[in-house]
């Protein structure tokens, strides 16, 4: 799912088999001997060893996953990471179970589940594939989200927070909570043939390897959120020469990106805008409409009559092309707003686990930062969709850089006026550092009128991983 040729697969599947003398392929290439993996572990995840290598395997292993929600896309993204082996899953959803679910695209569930929490009701069957994980019920979505204003060390005991299936501000509050814990955010949902991924890393490290080309590769950036940090090379036994590349990504929060220009490679470029799918300026504005209505559109004249306004709203908000939006698309996807379907939710939920995997072994280019799919045209498309303004107008978003380990306190809500102290201001820069990278969120001690703010750009992803299936 990118700009340019990209191979995903459908989630990872450990193998049964007790060979430990591996190497690593996908751009892994090292020893598979680690010493946080015993010998079982290593016959039981020995295939997928063999694809990202023993260290990501590791690290994989101590990984604590949050999942909020367990729809379809959820349904798919536990199975995907309980196979992998992390170490714990925790599952928000106490909305019932009901027949549509039994009868619709989960797996988890059985007639008998029918009026229980749906995450209490599937736990223990996700835990039956992978015993070595701990699958559990961590509560319900309201005191979620009220720890996302009230407890943001809550949030800390997770490597990642995943939410599916949600309105852009309960999305968007979760995603708050994540970012002020350092913590990666994924979001996801799909209607019917179409689906969509957001990922905020914020600032995230990862290495690529690949064969030495005759070109050097620079420690420079590559695009306005993308450099390089370091190069190094390995001598292989088959005499050619590998090269680890350690690259940095930024990223920004939901509601900015939601809200972000296209990159200016794009907008500058006549073909490539035309290349922009319809399936953008509608998932935003289902968003809005979401955003109005506390609802998705019925399929009734009033409803359809205002999303058509909202959709042609955002498709000159973009500024794409007249043409980009057609009648036939369009009723296409209001008639499969609301649905699920087990191919969709099947892709999405697999190529959201295998970004995350990668982020969990800090391999390979992850996705920057939205992925959009559209079933019925079979065609995926990831947009770099950045924005880091220097100043925010309520409800504001701030992100102050500071020491780690201090408790930055919320108020008003995760999306309200004085989150980070309301001052509106982003700073960026001149900050304590994690990694190379600018991280951590700072105390709302700072002046906002000398407040040091660096604007980072946009640009396409890079393409993933390859030997995994077959690109689309």
């Known amino acids: 799912m990118a700009n340019s040729d990209t191979t995903m697969s459908n989630g990872p599947n450990p193998s049964n088999g007790n060979s430990t003398d591996v190497a690593a392929t996908n751009g892994a290439s090292e020893s598979t001997v680690a010493p946080g993996l015993s010998a079982d572990e290593m016959a039981l995840y020995d295939r997928q060893i063999r694809l990202w290598g023993a260290k990501a395997q590791e690290q994989i292993r101590k990984a604590k996953v949050l999942l909020v929600s367990l729809r379809a896309v959820g349904t798919e993204i536990a199975k995907n990471l309980t196979l992998a082996g992390i170490q714990e899953l925790t599952i928000i959803d106490n909305e019932e179970v009901t027949e549509d679910d039994i009868f619709g695209a989960q797996f988890f569930l059985r007639k008998e589940d029918v009026g229980k929490p749906r995450a209490e009701a599937a736990a223990p069957r996700i835990q039956e594939l992978n015993p070595r994980v701990a699958v559990k019920s961590g509560g319900n979505l309201q005191d979620l989200l009220m720890k996302a204003t009230t407890d943001p060390t809550y949030w800390t005991q997770f490597n990642c927070v995943i939410a599916c299936d949600h309105d852009i501000m309960t999305l968007s509050s979760i995603n708050i909570a994540a970012r002020v814990a350092l913590r990666p955010f994924y979001a996801a949902g799909i209607h019917g043939f179409y689906g969509y991924i957001f990922a905020d890393l914020i600032a995230h490290e990862f290495v690529v390897e690949r064969e030495k080309p005759n070109r050097e590769t620079a420690i420079a950036p590559e695009t306005l959120t993308r450099s390089v940090v370091s190069v190094t090379t390995r001598k292989e036994n088959n005499g050619k020469t590998t090269e680890i590349v350690k ?107 295998e970004d995350v995997i ?115």
């Open 247 to 353: 690259k940095a990504e930024m990223y920004c929060p939901l509601l900015l990106a939601n809200t972000a220009p296209l990159p200016v490679e794009i907008t500058s470029n006549r073909r490539k805008l035309k290349t922009v799918p319809p399936l953008l300026p509608c998932l935003r504005a289902l968003f809005d409409f979401q955003r109005e209505s506390n609802r998705l559109p019925d399929v009734n004249k009033e409803d359809i009559t205002r999303f058509t306004e909202l959709v042609k709203q955002k498709t000159a908000e973009l500024a794409l092309p007249l043409d980009t939006l057609n009648g036939e698309f369009l009723k296409s996807f209001i008639q499969n707003i609301g649905a699920e379907i087990n191919p969709t939710a099947a892709f999405v939920g697999g190529r959201l686990s």
């Open 358 to 472: 990668n982020v969990l072994g800090n391999r390979e280019q992850p996705i920057q930062n939205f992925a959009l799919f559209d079933g019925e045209s079979v065609e995926g498309r990831i947009l770099s969709l950045f924005s880091a303004p220097p100043e925010l107008q309520p409800p504001g978003l701030a992100v102050y850089n500071a020491p780690l380990g201090n408790d930055v306190p919320l108020s008003n809500g995760a999306l309200g006026t004085t989150h980070f102290g309301g001052n509106g201001t982003m700073d960026l820069s001149g900050s304590q550092q994690q990694n190379g990278l600018d991280s951590a969120p700072r105390l709302p001690d700072a002046d906002p009128a000398t407040a040091n703010v660096r604007t980072i750009g946009n640009d396409n992803a890079e393409s993933g991983p390859s030997g995994t299936a077959p690109s689309y």
